[in-house]
């Protein structure tokens, strides 16, 4: 019987110590058919619609519909001339519902749409943008359009592109400086490039008002913006150097930005051993990720209090430009190409 026992206990040891242990998520390459010329691996955006995902390369506007599989080219439509195309300038994509936007960086055409099915684009700007701007940022009420032309100013449309119309009353000179919108329920907020300052528009744009600012960073500019719930916006405010010197840092206001309060524990750039240049911002029910400048990609689920890396799988922690949450899986665009990360189900 004692030796049953034991046979049976011996038994039970080998089976645990041979039972599979689950890994840790990591980052994977997802780059098959994506192109970069000159060996250019600087996707600078990425956007959403369903089950597809859009990437942004040096070598255009790609489109994946399983997961990051494989990418298809959706250049058609795209200016184009002797002194190259629209489709390598692209800026920015942004969706809304079933309409896809993509905004041009130098580009002769400034806002293009997605049509015919989502095979080719069309431009829509109907010459009432400035040409040759950077589109920074594309965001919606609506069905309305907002459009960002970086040292132009912020522009409406409610009829598809059809007209444009200026919303700058009251940004001032700001106006030109204006670089990311965000829109927090009835309320939208323009960050200032060229110095650490949030405005707030309460009537759709046709009126902006400078926000206290209060615990803002004197200098800097704004980065990147991102809201969260029905009260929180997060600012990203850069210094002079993107190599992490200087103001820089993540801020937050739960009061429309009469206040804001850094939270910044856990952030660090060992490169530089400061806070890193925060990127970008995703944010998905009560967990922030925040990509960085040469610091990979770092995670909160406390409003920001703290943050955790979650880098298993990059190399040398990439410098991030752009996240995107498909399903359970977040798209990251790197210095390496396009990366996936999948959530614990």
């Known amino acids: 019987m004692k030796?049953?026992?034991?046979?049976?206990?011996?038994?039970?040891?080998?089976?645990?110590?041979?039972?599979?242990?689950?890994?840790s998520p990591e980052w994977t390459t997802v780059n098959n058919g994506l192109a970069f010329p000159n060996g250019i691996y600087l996707p600078s955006t990425l956007a959403v619609q369903g089950t597809n995902v859009y990437a942004v390369t040096p070598g255009g506007v790609y489109l994946s519909t399983n997961k990051g599989s494989s990418w298809a080219t959706i250049n058609k439509g795209f200016y184009s001339d002797q002194y190259g195309s629209d489709s390598t300038n692209i800026s920015t994509i942004a969706v809304n519902g079933n309409r896809v936007y993509a905004g041009t960086n130098n580009g002769t055409n400034v806002i293009y749409l997605l049509s015919n099915n989502g095979t080719s684009w069309t431009?829509?700007?109907?010459?009432?943008?400035?040409?040759?701007?950077?589109?920074?940022?594309?965001?919606?009420?609506?069905?309305?359009?907002?459009?960002?032309?970086?040292?132009?100013?912020?522009?409406?449309?409610?009829?598809?592109?059809?007209?444009?119309?200026?919303?700058?009353?009251?940004?001032?000179?700001?106006?030109?400086?204006?670089?990311?919108?965000?829109?927090?329920?009835?309320?939208?907020?323009?960050?200032?490039?060229?110095g650490a300052s949030v405005y707030?528009?309460?009537?759709?744009?046709?009126?902006?008002?400078?926000?206290?600012?209060?615990?803002?960073?004197?200098?800097?500019?704004?980065?990147?913006?991102?809201?969260?719930?029905?009260?929180?916006?997060?600012?990203?405010?850069?210094?002079?150097?993107?190599?992490?010197?200087?103001?820089?840092?993540?801020?937050?206001?739960?009061?429309?930005?009469?206040?804001?309060?850094?939270?910044?524990?856990?952030?660090?750039?060992?490169?530089?051993?400061?806070?890193?240049?925060?990127?970008?911002?995703?944010?998905?029910?009560?967990?922030?990720?925040?990509?960085?400048?040469?610091?990979?990609?770092?995670?909160?689920?406390?409003?920001?209090?703290?943050?955790?890396p979650m880098n298993n799988g990059f190399v040398n922690n990439n410098a991030v430009f752009s996240l995107v949450l498909q399903g359970n899986n977040i798209f990251a665009s790197t210095e390496e190409g396009v990366s996936i990360y999948p959530l614990a189900q």
Do not use: R
């Not at 038994?11 to 599979?20: E, F, P, V, Y």
């Not at 206040?259 to 750039?269: C, D, E, K, P, R």
């Not at 530089?272 to 240049?277: G, H, Q, R, Y």
């Open 123 to 194: 431009a829509i700007d109907n010459g009432f943008l400035p040409f040759y701007d950077n589109v920074s940022s594309i965001v919606f009420v609506g069905s309305n359009v907002y459009a960002v032309v970086f040292e132009g100013g912020v522009f409406e449309t409610s009829n598809n592109g059809t007209s444009w119309a200026g919303v700058n009353n009251g940004l001032g000179d700001d106006s030109l400086s204006v670089f990311k919108l965000a829109v927090l329920g009835n309320n939208m907020f323009a960050g200032i490039y060229g």
């Open 200 to 308: 707030l528009s309460t009537n759709n744009g046709a009126n902006w008002t400078a926000t206290a600012n209060s615990g803002l960073p004197a200098k800097g500019y704004v980065n990147t913006m991102a809201v969260q719930g029905n009260n929180n916006i997060y600012v990203s405010i850069c210094g002079t150097n993107t190599f992490g010197k200087g103001t820089i840092g993540l801020y937050l206001s739960n009061n429309n930005g009469s206040s804001w309060t850094a939270v910044n524990n856990g952030f660090l750039n060992s490169y530089t051993n400061a806070i890193p240049v925060i990127t970008t911002l995703l944010v998905n029910g009560n967990n922030i990720y925040a990509g960085t400048h040469y610091a990979g990609v770092f995670l909160s689920t406390n409003n920001g209090n703290s943050w955790s």
């Open 3 to 23: 030796k049953l026992i034991f046979s049976l206990f011996l038994l039970t040891i080998i089976l645990a110590g041979c039972k599979k242990t689950s890994s």
